[in-house]
């Protein structure tokens, strides 16, 4: 027996429906799991001077950057999230080696979220968010933004290529809620 994948069979209206909920319950799990990431990282760190509330923010080379330092940042970009599963821009340019703000709002009724990645770990990742709407997820390369709010995040683009960005909410992705960054390669390269 040949079964439909769900997601592709779906209509957009089902889907955005969908995401609204999953959206919904992943806010009110989200704050009990902060809560606990916190004081796990709390227990790390417990032999450190250092804060706990506020962690350093964890600088891992990826294929699509690093974590940057705000103060290096010297152009920033402005991105639109609305609930019509779109970006504004959907597209941006960067050279390489340069560190952009990102300052992203979200316009839109419902939570929304920025995330930097290579397609294949983009899919990847959206896939396992539509099995666990609840999933607590948060990388320096990643701004949850609530309705109304605004989210900001520093990256900096040591690495040439294409690559994209994409809202994880369940059900956003697949909505085609998804946008490409592209990363030009520096002279002598
Ligand atoms: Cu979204």
Redesign the pocket.
Known sequence: MKRRPAVTAAPRAALAALAAFAAFAAFAARAACVALATSLTGTALAHTDQPHAAGPVRKEQKDWGIAGDAKAARRTVDVG?GDD?RFKPDRIEVREGETVRFRIRNHGK?M??FVIGTKKELDEHAALMLKHPNMEHDEPYMAHVAPGKAGEIVWLFNRAGEFDFA?L?AG?YQAG?VGRILVTATRGR
């Open positions: 999230m599963m419902l929304h979220e809202c909410v956003h809620m």
